[in-house]
């Protein structure tokens, strides 16, 4: 079934559950002592009530389908190096009872997740290239931007430029590396979750190339949990410090392109401690990583033949075409561009202030939200 055709869900309400959460994306609700997540079918962006033609709510059909499709596939990718909040749905056994709690529309759209103690309250956007809020910039987080860089332009080493986690109706904000400490607590847990963030975004990156499509940036949220709940099996962590860094990083930035040894120039990462924490937290599970893991809602996704034209189109001084080729992204971005074009949403904007969006352009991301999730899934086919 295409994804696009079925019918949208926008309300979620689950008879016999009670519900724990109602975001602006997703519902979430209590079964027994897990939380049900459930991917609606509405889209937004700047924390902004967007509305389409008809003042009804802002969606395409089919959106919670492909999110779920592809949070399942990154799972796979990125659970065998870190623990998640996930836990396998298993409808033929001790979860069998939502089958007749939920139809099948509503599965299709649902993963089951452990509760946490807390949340860290910061946001790691790992960025590969130089996109969003830090074109025309000359720093973020308190790292230098070297001059001259433009949109699509590849950063001289990955950066982490974690923000603050705000409140609704509230911008987040940038955070330096220090600061990021700080928010977190304890400076064993933001190296770890410093260095992972930087392995998460490689791995799914690596998969992207693959596919054909650069993966300019990530952002990953993490949570805090006791020890002794049920953890992924997550793979071997060698003992051998350089066999670690090799296996963690070094092959994987050779893979998309960046060089073996660029993990020393990371600011502010300790790669000893975060290879103590990372055999610890393999065993006690006390850091996972949260629901958004590369996803075409919480990551930019762009097809590399558009780089690539941008990239010739901007040797011979064609700015304009190369800006055009650059901005033509196969995720959630383009939504929001759409949305700045209207004159209505931003960040600078109130955020009580109301979106319209046509029909035409909110479609169109759903379209291209389905076509990056096949491209993801080549190699199952």
Request: charged fraction near 25%; glycine fraction near 8%.
């Amino acid at each position: 079934m295409n994804p696009l055709t079925a019918a949208p869900v926008i309300d979620v309400q689950i008879p016999g559950l009670k519900k724990y959460y109602d975001g602006k994306v997703r519902a979430i609700f209590e079964f027994y002592s897990l939380l049900l997540m459930v991917v609606r079918d509405l889209i937004g962006a700047f924390d902004q009530k967007h509305l389409l033609e008809g003042n009804v709510p802002a969606h395409y059909p089919g959106k919670g389908m492909i999110i779920r499709a592809l949070d399942k596939l990154f799972t796979q990718i990125v659970g065998g190096f870190v623990p998640i909040d996930q836990v396998t749905l298993d409808l033929e056994g001790e979860h069998k009872e939502l089958t007749r709690l939920l139809p099948p529309e509503i599965l299709l759209r649902s993963t089951l997740h452990l509760q946490a103690e807390s949340p860290f309250k910061v946001e790691c956007i790992v960025r590969d290239t130089l996109e969003g809020s830090g074109v025309g910039k000359t720093e973020i987080c308190g790292q230098e931007i070297p001059k001259g860089l433009r949109l699509g332009d590849e950063l001289p080493r990955l950066m982490l430029t974690p923000t603050s986690k705000a409140s609704k109706g509230h911008k987040d904000q940038n955070l330096t590396l220090k600061e990021f400490a700080e928010t977190v607590g304890d400076a064993d847990v933001a190296n770890y979750i410093y260095g992972i963030s930087m392995k998460l975004h490689l791995e799914i990156a690596r998969h992207g190339k693959w596919c054909g499509y650069q993966h300019p940036d990530d952002k990953f949220e993490f949570f805090q949990f006791p020890e002794g709940l049920p953890i992924n099996p997550v793979g071997y962590v060698p003992h051998d410090f350089n066999e670690f860094i090799d296996y963690f990083f070094g092959k994987a930035l050779t893979s998309i392109g960046r060089r073996r040894n660029e993990w020393q120039e990371w600011p502010e990462f300790n790669p000893r401690a975060f290879m103590d924490f990372a055999r610890y937290n393999r065993e006690k599970g006390v850091v996972r990583l949260g629901d958004e893991k590369g996803t075409t809602d919480s990551s930019r996704w762009r097809p590399t033949f558009w780089t690539e034209l941008g990239d010739k189109y901007r040797a011979r001084g064609m700015e304009e075409l190369a800006l055009a080729c650059m901005r033509e992204y196969d995720c959630k971005e383009n939504f929001r561009l759409r949305s700045k074009e209207t004159g209505q949403g931003d960040y600078h904007i109130a955020a009580d202030k109301t979106v319209t969006m046509t029909n035409a352009n909110v479609l169109e991301t759903g379209r291209r939200n389905l076509r990056c999730c096949l491209a993801m899934h080549q190699h199952q086919i």
